[in-house]
């Protein structure tokens, strides 16, 4: 539960460490095909594993229009601290992927690693023209089309703020843990090259960025999963 009283949704899987903790992309749950492939693996190898919804979200309480880059990032704090988990692998998809480094630069030397899939860090900033940012100013809200059957996707103008006061690839981002970056050169929402970006500006020396050529946006092809393991397996 949160200090607000807003109940929080988590699966904790027992298991050796470091634990596995699954960041959800934008609109998505812990019961996503990536986040429950990923869990299966772990669960089979006797590796913990924790995913969770944010606020809003999922099996999560709250509406998902009040949630910000800050209040996801504390919700993901908060469900850390309540599973009582020690060393941590981070896996973030997506906005994941950007609520990933909020997370480690919070928590610091408990991050042992962390794996991006298609990371979209400041997409506040580089999705979003001047008719998208006029519209967010005069209603507070942009509704877009989805291409993954959910409902349109709702761009609140406090996400996207927040988003801005939370940019990352403006400098030297000061995480030093291992780094796996996955991107698909197929990606239409997340160009592959802001992994490369993210990979130049993140202090760590043990960064590798990993380019599926023909993969999209989602990766949740079975030789897509088969990457992320490999990847995470290797870290573990």
Not at 43 to 58: N, P
Not at 119 to 135: I, S
Not at 197 to 209: G, I, K, Y
Request: proline share 4%.
């Amino acid at each position: 539960m949160r200090h607000d009283g807003v109940k929080l949704a988590y699966r904790l899987t027992e298991g050796r460490g470091p634990t596995l903790v699954f960041l959800p992309g934008y609109m998505s749950d812990m019961q996503g095909g990536k986040a429950t492939a990923l869990c299966a693996w772990a669960e089979a190898q006797g590796i913990g594993m924790l995913r969770l919804d944010y606020s809003g979200c999922g099996e999560s309480e709250g509406a998902f229009e009040d949630g910000t880059l800050d209040i996801w990032r504390d919700d993901v704090l908060a469900v850390i601290a309540d599973a009582q988990v020690g060393p941590l692998i981070l896996v973030g998809s997506s906005m994941g992927g950007w609520l990933m480094l909020l997370v480690a630069e919070a928590l610091g030397a408990q991050v042992m690693a962390m794996v991006g899939i298609a990371a979209a860090p400041d997409f506040t900033d580089w999705d979003f023209n001047d008719a998208d940012r006029a519209t967010m100013a005069a209603a507070g809200r942009i509704a877009r089309p989805s291409d993954y059957g959910y409902d349109p996707m709702v761009i609140t103008r406090a996400f996207w703020q927040s988003g801005q006061d939370n940019l990352r690839l403006t400098g030297e981002i000061g995480i030093d843990c291992p780094v796996r970056l996955i991107h698909g050169q197929c990606d239409p929402d997340v160009p592959w090259q802001t992994s490369l970006s993210l990979a130049a500006r993140l202090r760590s020396s043990d960064v590798q960025t990993i380019l599926v050529k023909d993969g999209d946006h989602r990766l949740s092809r079975e030789e897509d999963i088969a990457v992320l393991i490999d990847s995470v397996a290797k870290l573990v």
